[in-house]
């Protein structure tokens, strides 16, 4: 089974521009997640998508972030202005079934840095 | 708010060592506990988790992690550390059954010496 898949690995890109991180979830898995973690801080929710719809997007930081995730399979997260503050590694994860009990796959993270 | 704290920053031991990373919740009830390792350039990669049972927990690579009810506490152990257990470690709590998001501690960096 394929794990959960992000890329770009790195990207760097100059305050102002826009960059698109791309997560392919384990296959069957309706469940995706986007988190992040800023240097220094905790690693942070982001949102929650069931299949195609938003279940939770409480943690977007702001209106400069825009995901989706068109027909349930592969989401995009759209970073667009970029800010310095956004740098950092951005996780995606899948699962089944939500809720706790049932364990979240990470993918390796997007590096995003903001210059 | 619920929250995770993971008191120790940065810990190092001895090849063969035994290990504990502490770990302390902030939640009424019982959550679901989680312990992820991150290694160099990888993703994060579960090791164990508790929602129910029996309290102490074994997982992946040796690793084993108790409940403490009375203490909320999560705490990580292994007996004898290895070279490649070296990584950042994270506690993480789900507080609703139907619920989404996992709340993060900051991560404690193991280093291994020789």
């Known amino acids: 089974e394929a794990g959960v898949t992000q890329f770009p690995s790195h990207s760097v890109i100059e305050k102002g521009q826009t960059v698109t991180l791309r997560c392919d979830p384990i296959?069957?898995?309706?469940?995706l997640y986007w988190y992040r973690r800023v240097m220094g801080k905790e690693i942070k929710f982001l949102l929650h998508f069931v299949k195609e719809s938003k279940q939770d997007e409480s943690g977007m930081p702001n209106n400069r972030f825009l995901a989706e995730r068109t027909g349930g399979t592969y989401s995009t997260l759209k970073v667009q202005p970029a800010e310095l503050e956004d740098s950092g590694v951005y996780f995606c994860a899948s699962s089944q079934v939500a809720g706790g009990p049932y364990g979240y796959t990470f993918g390796s993270g997007t590096r995003l840095t903001v210059v | 708010a619920q929250s995770v704290t993971q008191p120790d920053i940065h810990i190092t031991v001895s090849e063969g060592a035994s290990l504990e990373l502490r770990c302390n919740y902030s939640y009424g009830a019982t959550p679901y506990l989680f312990w992820y390792v991150q290694s160099p350039g990888q993703g994060l990669q579960l090791l164990l988790k508790?929602?129910?049972?029996?309290?102490l927990v074994q997982g992946i690579k040796g690793f084993e992690a108790e409940f403490k009810r009375s203490q909320s506490s999560f705490n990580l152990r292994k007996p004898s550390v290895h070279w490649s257990d070296a990584a950042e470690y994270f506690c993480?709590?789900?507080?609703?059954?139907?619920?989404?998001?996992?709340?993060f501690g900051k991560g404690t960096t193991l280093s291994v010496s020789s």
């Open positions: 296959s069957g898995h309706d469940n």
């Open positions: 508790y929602f129910s049972g029996d309290t």
């Open positions: 993480a709590v789900v507080t609703n059954q139907a619920g989404t998001a996992l709340i």
